[in-house]
């Protein structure tokens, strides 16, 4: 009989170590910090006379890997339904990415190292609202009453819930997967961006995460409930008993 240890990370989809999946604390991947981020963002908006959206209610996550040169390199989003959603955020922090200068490599050890970089996109706060020192407030989604927006006790809650009866690996495997929590607290467009290889395990596991539904709070940027797209990494080892 083989036991199924599961491991669950919140992580991005780069597990190379040479790629750090965020800044180290008291480093930002900007110079001047987020609020320079944004002032320049709402600059640029200005001096290229971008229109806004259309729809008020669109929230983008940009993320950027920033290179040890201090280039940028656009990351990946396999989220297209988001993207479709959320199109003019998402073309908009792209596009003004292209003209900011002033990135920030992280280190470590006195190296430069490539790492990623998170901006909460709001474009409506970024045209005509734009405020001096402008930096959003936000409240990550949370599982449940619990401390730490109840990351552990998802974590749990998706090992208690996928079935894994009638599996038998001899090797490990990683799975990430995305999935967005609306502002009305609903989970949808569960994508698997590094697949287990076994389409009905696969299946296992969106439906545990489906499960967990209707533990969630939205996410807020400035008070406002955004969509919010959340990324989970599962490791699993069959460990011979």
């Known amino acids: 009989m083989r036991i199924f ?14 790629i ?13 910090g987020y609020e320079s981020y944004y002032k320049d963002f709402h600059d640029i908006i200005i001096d290229r ?17 920033v290179n040890p040169d201090r280039t940028i390199s656009f990351i990946k989003d396999y989220n297209e339904k988001n993207i479709a959603k959320n199109k003019c955020a998402y073309d908009l922090a792209r596009e ?16 430069s190292k490539s790492a990623v970089a998170t901006f909460y996109i709001f474009p ?10 402008y930096y959003p407030a936000i409240n990550f989604p949370a599982y449940g009453n619990y401390e730490n ?24 495997f990683n799975v990430i997967v995305e999935f967005i929590i609306t502002k009305e607290a ?5 994508v ?14 969106a439906n545990g995460i489906l499960s967990t539904k209707k533990k969630w709070k939205p996410a807020s940027i400035n008070g406002k409930p955004v969509d919010y797209r959340y990324r989970l990494t599962l490791n699993a080892v069959t460990d011979p008993s």
């Open 20 to 32: 750090l999946e965020h800044y180290p604390r008291n480093q930002v991947p900007y110079i001047g």
């Open 149 to 172: 927006n109840g990351i552990e006790e998802f974590r749990k809650g998706i090992i208690n819930r996928i079935d894994v009866r009638g599996f038998d690996w001899n090797d490990r």
């Open 186 to 190: 609903k989970i949808e467009n569960i």
């Open 192 to 205: 698997m961006i590094k697949s287990s290889s076994n389409t009905e395990f696969d299946k296992r596991i």
């Open 49 to 65: 006379n971008l229109q806004p959206c259309g729809d008020k209610g669109e929230f983008y996550q940009l993320n950027l890997l």
């Open 5 to 18: 240890t599961f491991l669950f990370l919140i992580a991005s989809a780069f597990l190379n170590a040479q």
């Open 124 to 133: 409506d706060d970024l045209f005509d609202h734009f405020q001096k020192g």
């Open 96 to 111: 003004i990415a292209k003209y900011q200068t002033n990135w920030n490599s992280a280190t470590v050890d006195g190296i």
